[in-house]
Each structure stands twice: as C-alpha cells, then as structure tokens.
C-alpha cells in the first residue's frame, strides 16, 4: 500500500497511482481505499445505468472490458480486479475518470468537467465537451507559468455557509501528440493514456500545480468551429448558464445516483457567483496564444 494526495483526501492504495502525488499531511486515517480483489458480478435483478455501470445498494459496479472491473463503496472504497497489468495506464484512466467521479458524488462533491487554472488566487474552469481542447488550453496557460489544480476533472466543494471551492488534483494534463508538439512539450518516454491513442500522460512539475483549494472566478465554455459564425464571445446567464450541464462530469449517472439536489444546488450557486462565458476556438493551433490573451482576459470583464 502506498499513500497518496487527491483533492485533499488521503488515498491509500494497493494500486501503483503514478499521476498522484505521494501525502505528505498527518497520520489521519485514510479517507479512501483502493484495494485490488474480486468484484462483485453483476446481479441480474438490478437494472443497469448502462452497459458498464450497474448501480447496486451497497455500491456502484463498473466494467471496463478488457481493462479491468471496479466496485466503488460510500465514497471511501474501491475494489479493483484488473484484467491488464496493475499498473497500466488504461485502469488509471478509469479509475481517475468514472470511478473518481461516483466517489465526488458519493462523497457530496461535485465532479466537474474542466481544467482549473490558478489565476491570481482564483480559479478559471475550462469545459466543453470532449475534444473541445480543455487540456490543450490549460497547458498553454501552463506553458505561461499559471498553475493547474486539475485536467479534465475537478471537484467543486459545495457546503451550505461557505464558499464555493475548487479542490485541486494531481500534476498532469493529457495531451493529443499535436498539441504536445505544438507547444513544444517533449513526448519521447512519456505513458499513453491508453495504448492504442496517441494522447499522451504529461506530469507537470510541481511548482506549475496549485495544491491548495481556491474559489472558482470564471467558467468557461470552449466550443470548436472551423469557420465560426457567431461571434467569439457570448454570455451566459440566468437558465441558460443553470442549465450546461456538461459541466457537470458524468451528470446523468449523477442523477441516477440521487445527486439532482447537488448538481441543481452547486449549477444554481455557480450561475449566481460566478460569470459564465462560451467561447469559441478555431482548430488551428497556430491561435492558441491569441486564445490564451483572451480567454485572461475576461477575468477583467465586468459582470452584469
């Protein structure tokens, strides 16, 4: 077993988790566990969420064919059967992916689809939908010298008399070998995410990663256009805002698992505090310094 940083938990796990930095805070008990065993099969009296994800009273089961399986308990236990090697990257993927997200929600956190970059001790979230170039943006911002909490997925921490909080992850973005070699990321030696993609694992020294929870400042919505037709920048507000739930990583499991009060309390609170932008980005990487320029820029724009 070795023991691990994640979102402020301490992660205790028989599973090598490279991407993880190593707790380095006090001997409390661990708030979760990673265990490699045998999962529970799936009953066939339980109806499934969908082929891989069958939620079950005592836990949620999720099987990765090929991968591995994962059975994921209270927010605080994780059993993983692997089918690859224990530590290849492809069970990771999962693990740090789905599997992260049913622990947010069983936990009452709220499991976000974004980058989250440091900016000036408040956080800019990056969302779209997959392909939208999240990551491809938080390492340019990197690549500047701001420091990332998370790629991909975060956790917004939603307690009722207190503010809203970003919670930070681990030092890593995940980049498609274009964007690496766009900006000048070296990739010789570097794990892909999964075998059979040219996307690649990219550890981030530690002074690029942001280790303490910040207020979110800014969201964020990148879209992608070849030739946009509608203008860079546009506003959201009120329903509109409330209603992206692609923000929200993995919402509809999130409300198969009886989290609609989290995710309709955390999208009302952040639509109210914090100014919602979609943005739209060209596929030429050749723009990433001009996105960059503005998309800081609207930390500067008044609300309203």
Known sequence: MSDYHLFGWRVQSALPLSELLPWRGDARAPDLVVEIGAVPPMDPHLPSFSPAVQICPTGVRVAMPAVASYWVEAGRRVIVQPILPEDAADIRVFLLGTVLAILCFQRGLLPMHASAVDIDGRVLLLSGVS??????????????????????LCALEVREGHPLMVLPAFPRVKLWRDSALHLQVPIDGL????????????????ARFQPDALPPAQIVFLRTERAPERPPLRRLIGVEALRRYDLVHRWRLGLALGCQALIFKAMARLADAVPVVEVARSEDLADLPALVDMVRALGEMPRG
């Open 191 to 206: 794990e892909r995410i999964r075998e059979e993609l040219e996307k690649y694992n990219v550890p981030l020294v530690e």
């Open 131 to 152: 392909g939208a170039g999240k990551s491809t943006l938080a390492a340019a911002f990197s690549a500047r010298g701001y420091r990332l909490l998370s790629d991909d």
